[in-house]
C-alpha cells in the first residue's frame, strides 16, 4: 500500500515551461488536493476535487490547471511557469472531502523556476 | 474571515522539556481543527484533531491539544520532548482546509 505518490520529487523549469505534476492515491479515496507551501506561508490550497469528476479553485488557483483523470489519479499542470511558482507542492487525499476527515499527503515535488 | 495563526516560528525546547506549540483561530462556524507534523523532506501526518466532543484530544506519540472556545485556540504540548520530536508542526482549520504557517520545533540534547 504505497499511499500517496508524487512524481516527479524534483523538477527546475525555464520561465515559460510548462510541465504537469501527476499523483495518484490507492487507498480507494474519493477527494484529492493541491497545495503548495512556502516558507513563512503554511500550506495553501491550489486546488482540490471533491469527488471523481468534479474540481474547484482554493485560495491561490491562478497560473494553474488540474485534471481528476479517474478515482484514483489528480494531475496538476502549470502552462507557463513563473518564478512566483517555484514552491513545494503537496498533493493529498482523504475518504471525502468532509471537514471531520483527515488528508494523507504525498511526499511532495520541489519545483524551481528559473 | 477563516484564519489559523501559530505563535512562534521558531521554538526550541531541551529533551525531556514542556513542548507548547501555540494555534489560534478565527472561525464564523463551530471550527474543526488539526494538528499535522512534518518531518524533513516528508509529507504531513495526521498528529490529532478536534471535531466535536470533548476539548482534550490527544494523538499519536504523547501529544494533546485542548480546544478552547473561550480563547479561540488549539495549543498542541508535550509533557517530555524527546529528540525525535524535532519537525515541522501545522495547525489547520479543516473547514476551508486552511493551514497556520507552521512551528519549526528543535529539541536540544
Known amino acids: 500500500n504505497a499511499g500517496v505518490t508524487q512524481t516527479p520529487k524534483f523538477q527546475v523549469l525555464k520561465t515559460g515551461q510548462s510541465m504537469t505534476l501527476q499523483c495518484a492515491q490507492d487507498m480507494n479515496h474519493n477527494s484529492m488536493y493541491w497545495y503548495r507551501q512556502d516558507p513563512g506561508m503554511g500550506l495553501r490550497l491550489i486546488y482540490y476535487?471533491?469527488?471523481?469528476?468534479?474540481?474547484d479553485k482554493g485560495e491561490v488557483p491562478n497560473g494553474y490547471n488540474v485534471s481528476r483523470l479517474n478515482k484514483r489519479e489528480f494531475s496538476l499542470r502549470l502552462e507557463s511557469a513563473a518564478p512566483s511558482q517555484t514552491s513545494v507542492y503537496f498533493c493529498?487525499?482523504?475518504?471525502?472531502?468532509?471537514?471531520?476527515?483527515?488528508?494523507?499527503f504525498g511526499p511532495g515535488t520541489r519545483l524551481t523556476v528559473l | 474571515a477563516q484564519s489559523v495563526t501559530q505563535l512562534g516560528s521558531h521554538v526550541s525546547v531541551s529533551e525531556g522539556a514542556l513542548v507548547l506549540l501555540r494555534c489560534n483561530y478565527s472561525?464564523?462556524?463551530?471550527?474543526?481543527l488539526f494538528w499535522y507534523v512534518q518531518y524533513p523532506n516528508q509529507g504531513l501526518q495526521l498528529l490529532l484533531k478536534y471535531t466535536t466532543g470533548a476539548t482534550l484530544v490527544k494523538g499519536i506519540n504523547g501529544f494533546e491539544a485542548e480546544f478552547k472556545k473561550s480563547e479561540t485556540s488549539f495549543h498542541l504540548t508535550k509533557p517530555s520532548a524527546h529528540m525525535s520530536d524535532a519537525a515541522e508542526y501545522f495547525c489547520?482549520?479543516?473547514?476551508?482546509?486552511?493551514f497556520g504557517a507552521g512551528t519549526r520545533l528543535t529539541v536540544k540534547p
Open positions: 493529498a487525499s482523504s475518504v471525502w472531502g468532509q471537514i471531520i476527515n483527515e488528508q494523507f
Open positions: 472561525s464564523s462556524v463551530p471550527p474543526y
Open positions: 476535487s471533491a469527488s471523481e469528476g468534479t474540481t
Open positions: 489547520a482549520l479543516n473547514n476551508d482546509m486552511r
